[in-house]
């Protein structure tokens, strides 16, 4: 790994999507927030900073010594979920990067916990934070990790709300083991491992 200094164009640009503040930590709804700081962990990209609205890091990884690397950088916009896309676009700008080759991490609640899968394009299922990126960067055609978070036994708003922004119900270690699930998906697409991800349907 090799940290970059200023901002540089980016082979991919990796949104986790949350909430900030230390009352949303560990919630569904940062679910996304959560991937992404296991992929700055395990991409030794060191400490963030504060840039484009958000967390950023930059760096290059790679996925074996020897290989070409991958320019990579990871952003956890600190907007809300609901307006994810003031953050994303500008960085979206600045590091030349095409909406395919943004990767997006988001909870998912019409999945089951523990269901993951990814997709290019496709519906926003209602989600706040994929409507503002849609908002903002005109098309939906980003990449998303879809983490499943499950769904409580009620179509009520105000329950809904309060399942997914309450903290986790899950053992701890079925959430770790989500977490890492996630990640390691993510790091598959960027890594180009496609196969790696065939098992889960596109969708």
Do not use: C
């Amino acid at each position: 790994m090799a940290l970059l200094g200023g901002t540089t164009p980016v082979d991919w640009l990796v949104v986790g999507l949350g909430n900030p503040g230390s009352q949303y930590e560990r919630t569904p709804h940062n679910a996304g927030f959560q991937v992404a700081r296991e992929l700055v962990r395990r991409w030794d990209l060191g400490k963030g900073r504060a840039k484009f609205r958000g967390e950023f890091w930059q760096g290059t990884v790679r996925e074996f010594p020897g290989e070409d690397p991958t320019r990579v950088a990871v952003l956890l916009p600190q907007t809300f979920m609901n307006e994810s896309g003031r953050s994303v676009s500008p960085a979206r700008g600045q590091l030349k990067v095409p909406l395919e080759r943004i990767l997006v991490l988001h909870d998912e609640i019409d999945l089951a916990f523990a269901d993951v899968r990814w997709r290019l394009a496709g519906g926003l299922a209602g989600h706040n934070g994929l409507k503002s990126l849609k908002r903002e960067l005109g098309e939906p055609t980003f990449g998303r990790v879809r983490i499943g978070v499950g769904r409580p036994a009620s179509t009520d708003p105000e329950i809904v709300s309060g399942y997914v922004l309450g903290k986790w119900r899950q053992p701890e270690h079925e959430v770790e083991d989500l977490i890492t699930t996630s990640a390691d998906i993510a790091e598959s697409i960027v890594f180009g491992r496609r196969e790696l991800v065939a098992a889960k349907p596109n969708g």
